[in-house]
């Protein structure tokens, strides 16, 4: 589904020169469930953002689903995006303004749904995160878990191929935490590939496979199942 | 999506509600302003727009070529008919004699009811209703023709005979003109300049004004008698300008005469605006009021996309969201545009009501009558749903792209910062300009109140406090010097005079004189004022040479100013004594008595003019009466029970002297009045965006703040650093609004020829009040921030 060869991502400021991704390869296959692991700054997260169509890199080649990606304009990367991508963060990044229901409804806005569709998709997903009954309560009204689950939810409503998480669980409790990285258990069983980055041990397991990045390089590959 | 942008927005302004408040406000304050403005100026461009072809309508103005060139709106009351019946190239021609403060008695049967109409009278011409469109509701305009025949306007006809037909009713003008009402006129439009609600035949001017009507009164020319024409289709108006030489050939005998009138065609559309022809409002100022709507939309402009831009960081997160989900670049500057657009209806629709409200204290102002009304008046319409789009893209377009530009990662991380919402340096050019606006409208206020100041505090060369004008309706002798005695015996009245008009006056009468035994009349009018022997003493006017004339009831004896004597080319005051003078053609010869200081005699626009003071009671159309103003309570009323008991047949009025110099300045006056308000609001709102920017700042620099303090920075340190940065902009902007401000009003102050200087005081005043507003502005919020426990600040980073 993801190749990524020889990819480069350097920051330039006036002095300083960052090398954030040094030549990086890997492949990750349709329904894998692979987690990214490193130190701080090892460009975990630049890598994350890549895959996200969020960034593009500097040279190297990123194919997703067959195709040549890297170079694409904003324009294109956001119609890939909005189409294959769901994105669950750290800190949720939830609309302070919009409700439960409309923050999960956002996705399906942007891909231009239906109204009477899109109210039956976003309250089938709400559902199934089990925060049907929040449905018109606003994020800084919930607890974190549940925010989490909110944003899974919207990372899932417009039924992406692939699931990028950047350190999910990073801000909830262990219980919490078990919770959301089961969803994503559930999710990747049903077919959805994901690509999570953790500081977490405990995390990483849930996952089939563990990249282990350093300087902008994998360091090593740990198969888990 | 629309709904989904609009939903967000208003939560959004829900819960920034200082935010919306002064973007709001500011927003509010400026497009009411505007709307004012919008039909102020709309209301003066369609003055006497309403009539049939008033592209080919044109005013016969006569300009006089004496040693320098004075303009009036009049011609001599033969030349319209010569016209007329000489040339062809008129469709209609009329003639039309105004006169204002008209007396109407109505006699009742039981008793008589006067009415003293401001707007005055005309003795118009018929063929008046065929060039203006002043329709009749009743009777037909031929009536015109025929002698003791009046037309009134619906609401006079309602005011005179209230609840009866009009038609065939009696009214009595000015105690001597019987008149049958035989036509009544649809109420006059607000916006035309023909304020006359009473039309007589024009044959009938005889009986109020004879001199006009002589056939043969080619020389004199009276403001008020004027002609308009409406030209045949495909002459021009600079065509029949090439026939006016030869009539002037036949009808001026006189070489003289031939150099001095000069006749010309004045555009109906340029009468309101010509202030040479008496225009009542100059287009300059009409430009000048529409810049400054435009300066107040920048200004609320400013404020929105300073804060908006200040607050997209606050934003930015929200953004990183929507990007992340697949939102598009215009996508999120359309959000971020109908969120603005949310904000303008808001302010729009509150904006429409104020300017409701406030409309009737402009009319007041203004003494005009203007209306506003949405649904019937579509201009007002139109200006609105502009106006609305245009403050939503200048408001809300560079805020949006900036949004819209966010890159997602940064803007998820919150790690965008000043540079990537345009830097400091673009607010703070906006605040500069907001700023200079302010500067503008302050130094034009000072200025236009420093010359209002100047001109009624200077000495003007004789005393107008304390001094009451009272009318004299009719020159009968017996009756003015009883009304002068008994006034002079009352306790409290300390002078007393009869004369034509004060030493200062709009009322003049220009004329030539012949000096000594010089062979030809001089190349100048002179200003003649005519009064009785109390006329130095009671106005205070200085005599620096000679004597005052005798007590006499005709002009044998004459006093003349220092202007008068110069212009004669005399070596001194002492050598006028003595010689003899003519004034006007073929009136007897006077002698020179005396000569005065010269006082202002016209308003601070006109040079004192050369003057000749002399008795004549037939001309005296007031009593001029000095008096101790700490008895005026007593004496205002025993004036008016004398006074009607004098003139029974009349209504009493009477004014003060300074509030008749005051009307010299009508014009300037509610100029200042205007500029004052919308230089308060201007300045009103560049300080809800300077609050809201420091507000902004101080929140930025909280951190810094907190470092600096621990680090040792004392309240005054911290206060330095939110002053030097405004203090900057401040200065900055006086840079741009001193020189544009002085070069306005070195110009304006050109209208006047007496005026105060364009100094320093000026612009230091000027600078030096914004610095205290902005001061006072920031000083609440800087101080707080100033006073915060380092500690805390430091720790909520």
């Not at chain 1, 500097?58 to 769901?86: C, P, Y």
């Not at chain 1, 959805?192 to 300087?215: A, F, G, N």
């Not at chain 2, 990662?409 to 607010?427: E, M």
């Amino acid at each position: 589904m993801i190749k990524i060869s020889d990819l480069q991502k350097v920051y330039r400021t006036e002095e300083v020169e960052t090398v954030a991704l040094n030549h990086l390869s890997f492949e990750v296959k349709e329904g894998e469930f692979v987690s990214v692991m490193g130190p701080s700054g090892c460009g975990k997260s630049t890598l994350l953002n890549i895959l996200g169509l969020l960034d593009d890199p500097d040279g190297g080649s990123f194919i997703f689903n067959g195709t040549e990606v890297a170079h694409f304009n904003e324009r294109k990367r956001a119609d890939l995006r909005k189409r294959n991508i769901g994105f669950v963060f750290q800190s949720f990044n939830l609309i302070d303004e919009l409700t439960v229901f409309e923050n999960v409804e956002l996705p399906l806005i942007y891909l231009g749904v239906k109204g009477p569709e899109r109210k039956q998709r976003v309250e089938t997903v709400l559902d199934k995160m089990q925060i049907m009954h929040r449905r018109n309560h606003y994020p800084q009204q919930l607890s974190g878990g549940q925010q989490q689950r909110v944003a899974v939810a919207r990372a899932v409503v417009n039924n992406p191929k692939l699931i990028l998480a950047d350190e999910p669980t990073g801000n909830l409790d262990s219980s919490n935490g078990n919770e959301v990285m089961q969803l994503l258990t559930d999710l990747n069983e049903q077919g959805t590939t994901i690509i999570m980055v953790t500081h977490s041990e405990h995390d990483s397991r849930y996952s089939h496979r563990i990249i282990r990045m350093l300087d902008g390089q994998t360091v090593t590959e740990n198969i888990l199942v | 999506m629309i709904k989904n942008y609009f939903k967000i927005a208003w939560r959004h302004l829900q819960r920034n509600k200082s935010y919306t408040f002064i973007n709001v406000a500011g927003l509010t304050l400026g497009i009411t302003c505007s709307i004012l403005i919008f039909i102020i100026v709309r209301f003066q461009l369609s003055f006497d727009d309403f009539h049939k072809d008033t592209g080919s309508i044109y005013r016969v103005v006569t300009d006089l070529h004496h040693d320098n060139i004075s303009y009036t709106s009049g011609t001599p009351a033969p030349l319209g008919k010569a016209l007329r019946d000489e040339y062809t190239f008129s469709e209609k021609l009329a003639r039309v004699r105004t006169f204002g403060n008209t007396l109407v008695s109505i006699n009742s049967g039981k008793e008589v009811h006067k009415f003293v109409e401001k707007e005055g009278l005309a003795f118009a011409e018929p063929e008046f209703f065929d060039l203006f469109n002043f329709p009749l509701v009743k009777g037909d305009k031929s009536a015109l023709t025929a002698p003791n025949n009046a037309f009134i306007t619906e609401k006079l006809a309602h005011k005179y005979f209230p609840g009866k037909d009009a038609i065939g009713q009696t009214i009595r003008i000015e105690n001597s003109l019987n008149c049958t009402i035989a036509g009544v006129l649809k109420d006059l439009p607000a916006a035309t300049d023909r304020v006359e609600q009473i039309y007589l035949p024009f044959i009938q001017m005889k009986d109020l004004d004879p001199s006009h009507a002589d056939p043969g009164n080619w020389t004199s020319i009276n403001n008020n008698m004027q002609t308009f024409v409406r030209l045949k289709k495909g002459i021009s108006p600079a065509s029949v300008e090439k026939l006016f030489p030869a009539l002037m050939n036949k009808y001026y005998v006189d070489n003289r005469a031939r150099t001095i009138y000069h006749f010309r065609l004045q555009p109906l559309g340029d009468i309101h605006f010509n202030p040479n022809y008496s225009g009542l409002v100059e287009k300059e100022y009409i430009w000048a009021l529409a810049l400054v709507g435009l300066f107040l939309i920048i200004t609320a402009c400013v404020n929105f996309v300073n804060l908006a831009t200040a607050q997209a960081l606050t934003r930015s997160k929200e953004i990183g969201v929507r990007k992340v989900l697949g939102g598009r670049r215009f996508q999120l500057f359309w959000q971020f545009i109908a969120e603005t657009a949310l904000i303008t209806l808001l302010a729009t629709v509150i904006a429409f009501f104020l300017a409701k409200e406030a409309l009737p204290y402009v009319n007041q102002l203004l003494e005009m009558r203007m209306t506003i009304s949405f649904s019937a008046d579509t201009w007002l319409a139109a200006f609105l749903l502009i106006l609305a789009v245009l403050v939503t893209f200048l408001a809300g377009s560079y805020p949006g792209l900036v949004l819209a530009g966010f890159q997602p990662v940064l803007a998820l991380k919150g790690k965008l910062n000043q540079q990537h919402i345009g830097g400091f340096s673009l607010r703070r050019a906006l605040v500069i300009v907001q700023f200079s606006i302010s500067q503008l409208l302050i130094i034009s206020t000072i200025v236009i109140a420093g010359q209002i100041h100047y001109s009624r505090k200077t000495d003007l060369g004789f005393i107008k406090d304390g001094v009451v004008l009272l009318p004299l309706p009719i020159q009968d002798k017996q009756k003015m010097d009883h009304l002068r005695t008994t006034l002079a015996s009352m306790t409290g009245v300390e002078k007393t005079s009869l004369c034509f008009s004060p030493p200062a006056s709009g009322d003049n009468d220009l004329d030539a004189i012949t000096f000594d035994n010089r062979a030809k009349p001089e190349p100048f009018n002179i200003n003649e004022k005519r009064g009785d022997d109390q006329y130095l003493s009671t106005f205070g006017l200085t005599l620096i040479a000679g004597r005052n004339f005798f007590p006499s009831d005709s002009a044998h004896e004459y006093l003349i100013n220092e202007t008068l004597v110069r212009k004669l080319n005399l070596s001194s005051p002492q050598e006028a004594i003595g010689k003899s003078i003519s004034v006007e053609e073929g009136k007897p010869k006077g002698t020179i008595v005396g000569v005065v200081k010269d006082f202002y005699n016209y308003s601070f626009k006109g040079e004192i003019a050369p003057i000749c003071i002399n008795s004549n009671y037939r001309t005296y159309s007031l009593c001029a009466v000095k008096l101790n103003m700490a008895r005026a309570g007593q004496l205002l009323p025993a004036f008016e029970k004398l006074w009607n008991n004098t003139y029974p047949e009349y209504n009493y009025t009477y004014q003060f002297m300074d509030d008749s110099i005051a009307e010299f300045y009508e014009v300037e006056t509610v100029l200042l009045a205007l500029i004052e308000v919308f230089a308060g609001i201007a300045i009103f709102i560049g300080c809800l965006g300077l609050y809201g920017m420091v507000s902004f700042m101080a929140v930025q620099k909280t951190k810094e703040i907190g470092v600096r303090k621990v680090l040792g920075a004392g309240v005054q340190d911290i206060l330095w650093i939110f002053g030097k940065e405004f203090l900057r902009l401040l200065i900055l902007a006086f840079l741009v609004a001193a020189p544009v401000g002085g070069w306005f009003m070195h110009n304006w102050l050109q209208d006047f020829v007496y005026r105060i200087p364009l100094n320093a005081q000026v612009f230091l005043l000027a600078l030096l009040s914004t610095i205290v507003i902005a001061t006072l502005t920031i000083g609440y919020r800087t101080l707080r921030s100033a006073l915060a426990n380092p500690v805390k600040s430091l720790r909520t980073e």
